[in-house]
């Protein structure tokens, strides 16, 4: 049985709050004469009306509890409803509503890829709105809840279980100080990655916006160019670090902050990723001096700048990578499918589940030349539960499957197959670029057709919900703390 009554009241909670983040960009409107103020106020009033109803009708004096359907249920809600109401103020400026949850889609889902053309040339309300959509759903829309569900008094552990489905370590007993200590190093992050940018020249308003998205890896920018724009070496080396920063396991943050500061480089997620960036950034800056006559210093920063972009799912560009030869798009469209680490703000496969397939390989070549050995799997130096291995292969089956779906359904539609199979990569990965004139770094999402949009705000979804664990685990207890 479905308990309806704290699905109802988490909403309206976080209508009331998409609400209240909507006065932002009014204000700024409001501030610069643009009458557009008048769509985000009118959208905040309707948004409020709507999440306080849910409020009203979900009140109730006896305590609920979410059961794991109850959350999947909210965990898939959330989003899908939180988004139709962030779109509203899209289709207030111009943009059809296909377009405008297209771009509300992205833009919670850390994905950044965009419908929007001349950005330079856009009010400020509009943009800023873009980069709060980001921010909040740079740890999901599904934390915020749960720092509100206490209030409820329900349980909100299942939640972040739900999503982030790797087994995420429990640092802190309880739910709410867990979000609450997440929530914090996010901001804190935001705020010193925004005074970074505006020391090192970016107006307030940029700096702002870009400290919004970096951190959440997530990449809409104020620009056309993208990052490029700036032309500045020093703020796009501030760049790479915040994108790192932000592809962390953010409970490696907690671990360092309660007098552990060696957790961070302790961690084999993070030696992994950025053993892993280093390797192929070098790899990359030695391919643009020797194709491009690059100069090492120059090579090096474009290298690392767009390969940690990709990687780190954020979808950035400093250039146009597509132009740099053949095996660097060969190269950047497998790096769509790496992310970041488990627990961070990224998306794709995330470098925990690629650790764990080679220890597979490697176990499955020990177990082939020594038949009677018994090959314990270890993991950040902790012995693997059962059921992790299993998990990861039916993960890593269940994303490439849900891929190649996606690319045949876009290709069925007329879509090119370089067009087709990097969309449904980045969008499953929530990546932002993908490849070719129109869904590249260069491009524009508002040349694909209206059903290829809504299939990809589909794919964003799932991608950033990670829906496919859920659905092939859902009988069996991967979440269970």
């Given at each position: 049985?479905l ?5 109802f009241?988490?909403l ?7 609400a209240f983040?909507m006065l932002l960009p009014?204000?700024?409107d ?5 009458g ?6 009118a959208?905040?009033i309707?948004?409020?009306?709507i999440g ?6 979900a009140?109730?004096d006896?305590?609920?509890q ?5 959350g999947?249920?909210?965990?898939t809600?959330?989003?899908v409803?939180?988004t139709?109401?962030?779109a ?6 111009g943009?059809s509503?296909?377009d ?5 889609m992205?833009g919670l889902?850390?994905?950044g890829?965009?419908?929007?053309t ?6 400020r309300g ?6 709060i959509l980001q921010?909040?759903?740079?740890l999901?829309?599904?934390?915020t ?5 206490p ?10 279980q739900m999503?982030?489905?790797d087994r ?9 100080e ?7 190093i996010?901001?804190?992050l935001i705020i010193?990655?925004?005074i970074t940018?505006?020391?090192l020249?970016m107006?307030?308003?940029?700096a702002?916006?870009?400290g919004?998205t970096?951190?959440?890896t997530?990449g809409?920018s104020?620009?056309?160019?993208s990052f490029g724009?700036f032309?500045?070496?020093?703020m796009?080396?501030?760049c790479i670090v915040?994108m ?6 953010f409970v490696?943050y907690?671990?360092a902050l309660r007098?552990h500061?060696?957790?961070i ?7 992994g990723?950025?053993?892993f960036?280093?390797g192929v950034c070098?790899i990359?800056?030695?391919w ?6 690059m100069?090492f210093?120059t090579?090096?920063r474009t ?5 940690t972009?990709?990687?780190t ?10 132009q740099?030869?053949?095996f660097?798009?060969g190269l950047?469209f497998?790096?769509?499918f790496?992310?970041?680490?488990a627990?961070?703000?990224t998306?794709g496969?995330k470098i ?9 390989i490697?176990s499955h ?10 090959v314990?799997?270890?993991y ?5 539960p059962a059921?992790?291995p299993?998990?990861?292969?039916a ?8 891929v190649g779906?996606?690319?045949v359904v876009l290709?069925?539609?007329?879509l090119?197959?370089?067009t087709?199979?990097s969309?449904?990569a980045?969008?499953v990965?929530?990546v932002?670029p993908g490849?070719g004139p129109?869904?590249g770094?260069?491009g524009?999402?508002?040349?694909l057709p209206?059903l290829?949009?809504w299939i990809?705000s589909l794919?964003?979804m ?6 496919f ?9 991967f979440?269970?703390?």
């Amino acid at each position: 049985m479905l308990h309806l009554r704290p699905i109802f009241s988490a909403l309206g909670l976080l209508l009331c709050t998409i609400a209240f983040a909507m006065l932002l960009p009014a204000l700024v409107d409001f501030a610069d004469g643009d009458g557009d103020w008048l769509v985000f106020f009118a959208s905040s009033i309707a948004t409020f009306f709507i999440g306080g109803l849910l409020i009203l009708a979900a009140q109730d004096d006896q305590p609920a509890q979410l059961t794991v359907k109850d959350g999947f249920l909210l965990t898939t809600a959330c989003w899908v409803v939180v988004t139709a109401f962030a779109a509203i103020p899209f289709v207030g400026v111009g943009l059809s509503y296909t377009d405008a949850y297209f771009e509300a889609m992205s833009g919670l889902t850390t994905t950044g890829a965009t419908v929007l053309t001349k950005l330079d040339q856009l009010p400020r309300g509009i943009l800023l709105w873009r980069a709060i959509l980001q921010g909040l759903g740079g740890l999901g829309i599904i934390v915020t809840a749960m720092i509100m569900l206490p209030f409820l008094r329900v349980g909100g552990m299942q939640l972040f279980q739900m999503e982030h489905s790797d087994r995420s370590e429990k640092v802190l007993p309880r739910a709410l100080e867990l979000t609450t200590a997440i929530a914090a190093i996010y901001v804190g992050l935001i705020i010193v990655c925004i005074i970074t940018y505006g020391a090192l020249g970016m107006t307030a308003f940029d700096a702002v916006c870009h400290g919004l998205t970096t951190v959440a890896t997530a990449g809409f920018s104020t620009h056309d160019e993208s990052f490029g724009f700036f032309q500045s070496p020093a703020m796009e080396w501030a760049c790479i670090v915040f994108m790192v920063l932000g592809a962390l396991p953010f409970v490696v943050y907690i671990k360092a902050l309660r007098g552990h500061p060696r957790a961070i480089l302790e961690d084999s997620q993070v030696r992994g990723l950025l053993g892993f960036l280093i390797g192929v950034c070098l790899i990359v800056s030695f391919w643009l001096m020797t194709a491009r006559d690059m100069n090492f210093a120059t090579a090096l920063r474009t290298a690392t700048f767009n390969v940690t972009s990709i990687v780190t799912t954020t979808g950035y560009a400093s250039s146009d990578y597509t132009q740099w030869g053949t095996f660097a798009v060969g190269l950047f469209f497998l790096l769509m499918f790496v992310g970041g680490c488990a627990g961070s703000t990224t998306g794709g496969i995330k470098i925990y589940r690629l650790q764990v397939t080679g220890l597979l390989i490697r176990s499955h070549f020990v177990h082939l030349m020594s038949p009677n050995r018994v090959v314990t799997l270890v993991y950040n130096g902790k012995r693997l539960p059962a059921d992790v291995p299993f998990s990861v292969v039916a993960f890593l089956a269940i994303y490439m499957s849900t891929v190649g779906l996606f690319t045949v359904v876009l290709s069925a539609m007329g879509l090119d197959l370089v067009t087709a199979l990097s969309a449904s990569a980045q969008a499953v990965g929530n990546v932002g670029p993908g490849l070719g004139p129109i869904v590249g770094p260069a491009g524009n999402y508002s040349g694909l057709p209206v059903l290829a949009k809504w299939i990809l705000s589909l794919a964003m979804m799932m991608g950033r919900l990670e829906l496919f664990t859920v659905l092939v685990l859902l009988r069996i207890e991967f979440w269970r703390s």
